[in-house]
């Protein structure tokens, strides 16, 4: 059972530098999710997807860009990478049937703009 | 604004039990999360409090007053393995969720 998957796990990124960080989920979720998680600050949404094909802004969502052409994937783009975008970014899933709409969480990835 | 309140550590011996305090403020209230995180893991789901009361499962209990924006995670007989931070998280009016920043716990042998 995989569940969400990110990659990178882990990048050192040039300021300046475009990254795009992959998120797929193969549980079938309508609603994706992107945050950031900092030291010392609660989980930051910076896009969500309600379902293929619509995305909306979160609390922090300058600077970043997001697409979900199918239900798997939700991939968010960094378009010119700043050094305070250095942070933990985890990809998220949450399903309504049946469900508390719980989020499920992929392992995270670790990016550090220099 | 929204705000969620937790405390940003505690600590406590195994075999005990502790309490994890949180209170919160938001654009209305349609749930609130408990998840446990370990050191460089990913958040997983620990409970879902819509009603006001106690939640139990296993050793882990959640309570919520809705009245008082209030809720707490309750651990018992504490294992070593249960240090990790515990977070908060609140389901406003938008159905988004709201989070707090997390309270890292420590158990000592």
């Known amino acids: 059972i995989a569940g969400i998957t990110q990659a990178p796990t882990s990048q050192i990124l040039a300021a300046g530098r475009r990254m795009t960080l992959r998120c797929t989920q193969d549980?079938?979720?309508?609603?994706m999710y992107w945050y950031r998680q900092d030291l010392g600050l609660g989980l930051r949404l910076i896009h969500y997807?309600?379902?293929?094909?619509?995305?909306g802004k979160g609390e922090v969502p300058d600077g970043y860009s997001v697409s979900r052409a199918n239900t798997d994937d939700f991939p968010l783009t960094l378009a010119s990478a700043v050094p305070s975008q250095t942070s933990v970014y985890f990809c998220?899933?949450?399903?309504?049937?049946?469900?508390?709409?719980?989020?499920?969480f992929g392992e995270g990835s670790r990016l550090t703009v220099l | 604004g929204q705000n969620i309140d937790q405390p940003t550590e505690m600590t406590a011996t195994e075999g005990a039990i502790v309490q994890i305090n949180c209170t919160y403020q938001?654009?209305?209230?349609?749930?609130l999360f408990w998840y446990q995180q370990h050191a460089g893991e990913a958040p997983t789901f620990l409970s879902y409090?819509?009603l006001d009361g106690l939640e139990e499962k296993g050793r882990f209990s959640s309570f919520l007053s809705r009245s008082k924006g209030y809720s707490y995670l309750l651990l018992k007989e504490l294992q070593m393995k249960d240090s990790a931070s515990y977070l908060c998280?609140?389901?406003?009016?938008?159905?988004?969720?709201?989070w707090g920043a997390g309270t890292k716990l420590i158990i000592k042998p």
């Open positions: 998220a899933s949450s399903g309504t049937s049946g469900s508390t709409g719980e989020l499920f």
């Open positions: 549980m079938r979720h309508n609603a």
């Open positions: 997807s309600n379902t293929a094909g619509t995305t």
């Open positions: 938001t654009s209305g209230f349609n749930g």
């Open positions: 409090n819509v």
């Open positions: 998280a609140v389901r406003d009016s938008n159905y988004q969720l709201i």
